[in-house]
């Protein structure tokens, strides 16, 4: 039990004016207590203590037990964790025991300005007083201590909390002094059916909440790739790190309990697009000034360097966003999880038309082209109830962090309900249009001519939103969950939802064109980077004439964006006669040298071919993205929490040439030390590389190492075993003869 | 007609690679074409003209006639001002006549980065060319001069366009070099049934888009005083201004023609809270640094100064930024207003509670009294359909670019649709429970105890949104549409309103109170400013036994935020015993020396009482608005446009002494050059002061003048006349001797 040295004072309220308005509200949204010593030295004892007053000798927040109870165990803090609307247990000592004629109470602070009807200032009595917030009763009373339930309300203010406990003494109150010992976290509570985050189901907690690493989904819809994440959002700091982002960006502490004004900040907060946020986005290939997103193997090493540094982390991509904003919404308690949008339309316009745009010549216009769609894009979605909408959109809500549209002026999207995205109901907030855009684009081909003037002459109605993948409940693949964001293309809900879509404003091209009797299919079978690359275009000829068609053929690296790298790496510009009914195949060849050096990270090649008789128009675009020869990883041993053991990391090159410049990264929880930028391998020779790293690791989980623009995988699990971390600390101390 | 020297280049899209993100997006949000001289440079002439080949040698813009027919005359520019979905004429002059094989297009462009399929790049033919977004037409052809017609779409971006005329030649086209005297404004079109912001009558338009003057209410409910303000959005500069605003928020040029979204933009641009706006807020005493809110007589000075400095204006509160808002929006054709909600809750926490809290010993708690009741406070209506939700919900719109609450993040509030506020339908976008909780929240007087609890004692549920005025349709006098915001109290579509805005997350406190047997009437005859002021407080006994009270009443000089200015003027604590049925009248007098020099600039004054007896709480507070000496304006003999004019000001002081630091400001459509600060009155002696200023208006309109915190009146009208300006520039150099 900890023991503060024994002083009172009696607080009363300074009268002194104060400027009642957002300058005022803007200071209340810091919630380290700057602003609370001088008021503590303002509020010097007025009436001592008469001898047999009975007064405060110690406080217990028994975190043991309440970490128990409120599934905060993992936090890696000596401070109190618990959650909101779920008792939990403050033993306080005093010097005599406790009669019923004593009257005390605990008081909550939260933020630099507390006020009792904003409720960041809330008053716990055990006496029969009326009025309290929070709820407080007696659970046991054994000499000089008493155990004191208190239940925050459902609805609290989430974040860092001061206690003080408090004597009636007189007219007046005496208070136990300041102590950060006494400070305990408030997190949303998905096991409280009243609050706004319940999620209903076990499963569904251990995964969404207490799952602390995680799998995103990359690639392209027919060559799905994956990686590993470690969230970390029980990491020493972390909680920290999320309370500071809030406080960097002036967050009003009244709006902290507030699950739809949480989310939809964070959004924001996570870029750093207009706010100070966490991270800098980096869709170069130029990396130079910080580390390159595919390096990223966690978001807990992210967190940290934005706190101590206060400055945004560079460099980041969609995955690295949502990987953070999912350690943020986890770690404060929102159930969370990051889903991959394959062929996601970026449309500029936030109408439903994504225009690819052909020269007169048959050449891709890429000056005109300015929507663009992403191979993949990936999104958090949090679950929660929407107080601020009818019933039935509360559930998973779309929220992203990375900057594309200035949505309503500000980096941010969300949260909008998954249901309303399917049901084209986008006449609520927050942002659902945008988020509709994504998933249900038109691919519209349009033809300019010398005039300048566009007409299309292809609609694609099925290319956007291909695909959509989350990390399954409870497993280690991935769940399509496209049902959940649109109906069944064609059916009779799908066109209910495109009619009442257009009736909010999207504007679509329904010009609809006769079956061309002209087509091309593309096809490739992607390999492993390094092996040669061989493309086959099929045309067919369904008229009953003979057609001569000038076809136009190039393949050009392209980002994950959809935007073209470079110059095309092989253009094909010749004539092709095909008889009436006929089909025709031509195949093109890359070697390795041809192309490896001009991939991007992302490592995909676009292929797009035109062809143009006298009297139709055609043209197919296709993304191949190549598979990367894998990482291993292995442990030795059997793994276990507080085990020292060893990583070892190989890889074997099996492209024709080294790899320069590569970059090799380690992470697994409770590992973090073993991750720094001092492994740095400057140059992969053909061949077999391996790494050794020794650690220790002190939470279950498991290892992540990524190889710069190499796909990274979790290794085996090891065997969840209960933490005692502070004797491990005390060991630790010991060992190092502390 | 302007003759441009005859140069032609042709053109093509360079085929450069360029970044298909956020940053090019960026760029794309500035309309002025700093990036185009490069472009220009980079198009250098590719094929020299044929000589028999048709080329321009002149454009004429037709702005007498364009303008009349787009009410557009009143623009002071010599820029071509038209509006969507109307046509407007062009004649081009060739060097031969035109033949039907000749091909020539307009093409239209805005931004730095125009594109098709983004609609800033517009190409209208006069062939039969398809694709063409803006209908064009032939409408006369007279030897080498063509007519040409052409109609913007109604959904068409808005802003200053360039203008090109190409010929078509071999594969190439030809095209004027880039002029300015080509350029024009596109606004938005009230009087086009397709436009969004379509107002169906002429009175309407006429006062809500062309009017450049009106008046903006203030005061209380129940002694309501007025102010003119000079819109001025046809003075020079303005229109640029305008769109300077946009430009200097980054906002995307694609969005411009999207009412919703210009108007919610500029909520948020009015006021440089967080980005880089127009005007800086003051609600303290201390206007050093700047202009007194109450100086202003209009906003065309303000926009002026920010366009030339770039820098936000000081000082504004909310009349100002309504007045300036108003200015943007009429100045672009949106329909707009100001409205004076009196009594207007700012609830710092968005439930429906505001909280008057008092101390146990029955004097205000001024400290944790967060929560402030505005006795007015202005925001704007944009009418509007809304294309992005449900029909209902279309027409007027609440618009708020008074920095209170940082809704989503930026300080903006609106569009919300006032049918949704009126319903309680709080569900749609933007900020519907925000404005809902300004004219709906409860009066909560709390009284805390010793403990720190708090208690309600008395919940009012009238108090807010008492009255809601803006200045009627076609007259100087106010039109009260509080019936617009909410059903009559205690109407079953009353109940039903607030149950649903509970529905939607808006708490209210629901605990009701019997009757109270004691209470207290407070009233004052508001006289003028310098007049002894006589408050009499009634207290009423209606129990059946005798009640000793203990009274305590205070008169504190108030800000119209609701925020009291410094200590209390007058404190009485006292014991009234009033027998059964029986009231009393105490009267409380303070004299001019006790209060005139502790005023506000908003001259008003909360008295506060409360009653304690042993049984029950009382409490009743009173703003009052006391009436300051007019200003009195008189012009010279006829007031006529473009007639000098001699305009005096006079004001006679009925206080006791002499105001010192006043300032004497005064404005009038065309007038602006007789605003200056050199007008300045450092001390008002008692009795009459007069000033002389000589003017000759250029445009119809009034005279307003303020004498520092004085309210001001418009004078008589003069008669509306139509302008030649250019003419009249012309004279003037002349009389220059230029």
């Known amino acids: 039990v900890h023991q503060p040295e024994h002083k009172t004072w009696s607080f009363n309220l300074s009268d002194n004016l104060i400027w009642r308005n957002i300058w005022r509200k803007q200071e209340d949204s810091i919630s380290n207590d700057l602003l609370l010593p001088e008021r503590a030295e303002s509020l010097k004892t007025k009436c001592p203590p008469a001898s047999d007053a009975l007064s405060v000798v110690g406080v217990d927040m028994r975190k043991e037990v309440n970490a128990a109870h409120h599934y905060t165990g993992e936090y890696m803090t000596d401070v109190l964790v618990v959650r909101r609307g779920q008792q939990f247990i403050i033993d306080v000592s005093f010097n005599r025991p406790a009669t019923p004629q004593d009257d005390f109470q605990l008081e909550f602070l939260i933020g630099a300005d507390p006020a009792a009807n904003k409720e960041s200032l809330v008053v716990v009595n055990f006496g029969n007083h009326s009025g309290a917030v929070w709820a407080g009763q007696i659970v046991e ?22 206690m003080y406990v408090a004597v009636a003494m007189g007219n007046g109150m005496q208070r136990t002094e300041k102590d950060p010992n006494t400070n305990f976290y408030l997190l949303f509570n998905p096991w409280n059916p009243d609050d706004d985050v319940f999620y209903p189901d076990d499963a569904g907690r251990s995964e969404y909440v207490l799952n602390s690493t995680g799998l995103i989904y990359m690639g392209t819809s027919d060559q799905v790739t994956e990686r590993g994440w470690v969230y970390g959002q029980f990491e020493e700091g972390i909680l920290d790190a999320c309370i500071y982002i809030m406080d960097a960006c002036r967050m009003p502490i009244h709006n902290r309990g507030d699950v739809v004004k949480m989310v939809r900040t964070a959004s924001a907060l996570i870029n750093s697009q207009d706010d100070n946020g966490v991270l800098i986005g980096n869709w170069s290939d130029d990396f130079s000034m910080g580390t390159p997103p595919t390096t990223w193997t966690g978001s807990a090493s992210i967190l940290q360097k934005y706190h101590t540094s206060g400055a945004p982390v560079s460099f980041a991509q969609c995955w690295v966003y949502a990987g953070v904003l999912n350690t943020f919404l986890r770690c404060l308690g929102i159930p969370s999880r990051i889903i991959t949008n394959f062929n996601s339309a970026h449309d500029n316009t936030g109408n439903l038309k994504t225009e690819l745009i052909f020269k007169p010549d048959g050449t891709p216009d890429r000056h005109n082209t300015q929507d663009s769609i992403w191979n993949f894009h990936c999104w958090n979605e949090a679950f929660m109830k929407r107080v601020d909408l009818p019933q039935k959109y509360s559930g998973w809500q779309v929220v992203d962090a990375t900057p594309q549209e200035t949505n309503d002026g500000y980096f941010r999207c969300g949260p909008a309900p998954v249901i309303a995205i399917r049901d084209g109901e986008l006449c609520h907030p927050f942002d659902c249009g945008f988020v509709f855009a994504e998933v249900n684009s038109d691919l519209i081909h349009m033809k300019s001519d010398k005039y300048g003037n566009m007409t299309p002459f292809k609609v694609d109605t099925t290319y956007v939103g291909k695909l959509i993948y989350t990390k399954s409940l409870s497993g280690w693949g991935p769940e399509d969950i496209t049902g959940t964001y649109k109906h069944p293309e064609g059916s009779l809900a799908d066109q209910q939802t495109m009619a009442l879509a257009e009736q909010y404003g999207c504007s679509r091209d329904n010009s609809d064109f006769p079956a061309s009797k002209l087509s091309i299919q593309i096809s490739a079978q992607a390999g492993y980077v390094g092996d040669p690359l061989r493309v086959s275009v099929t045309f067919y000829n369904q008229s009953e004439t003979m057609k001569s068609v000038k076809v136009h053929m190039e393949i050009s690296p392209t980002y994950y964006t959809g935007v073209v790298a470079s110059d095309p790496l092989k253009v094909e510009d010749f004539r092709l006669d095909l008889d009436a009914f006929q089909s025709s195949i031509k195949v093109f060849e890359l070697s390795p040298q041809e192309y490896v050096s001009q991939l991007d990270s992302n490592s995909s090649l676009e292929v797009t071919v035109t062809g143009q008789t006298d009297d139709v128009e055609v043209s197919e675009v296709k993304t191949i993205t190549l598979k990367l020869p894998p990482l291993n990883i292995t442990l030795s041993g059997q793994p276990q929490v507080n085990r020292d053991m060893y990583v070892m990391v190989s890889f074997t090159n099996t492209m024709g040439f080294p790899l320069t410049g590569a970059k090799l990264a380690m992470e697994g929880a409770g590992l973090l030390e073993t991750q720094d930028d ?44 209960k933490r005692r971390r502070r004797r491990k600390r005390r060991r630790r101390r010991k060992r190092r003869g502390v």
Not at 150 to 155: D, F, G, K, L, N
Not at 688 to 713: H, I
Request: aromatic share 4%; hydrophobic share 35%; glycine share 10%.
């Open 141 to 162: 009373a054994r000499e000089t201590v008493v155990s004191l339930g208190v239940t925050a309300s459902s609805r609290a203010i989430v974040g860092l909390y001061r």
């Open 678 to 721: 001092s492994s740095y391998e400057p140059n992969i020779p053909q061949g077999r590389v391996q790494t050794d790293e020794a650690g220790t690791p002190d939470a279950p989980g498991g290892v992540l190492a990524s190889c710069d623009c190499l796909p990274v995988r979790t290794a085996l699990q090891w065997r969840r075993r």
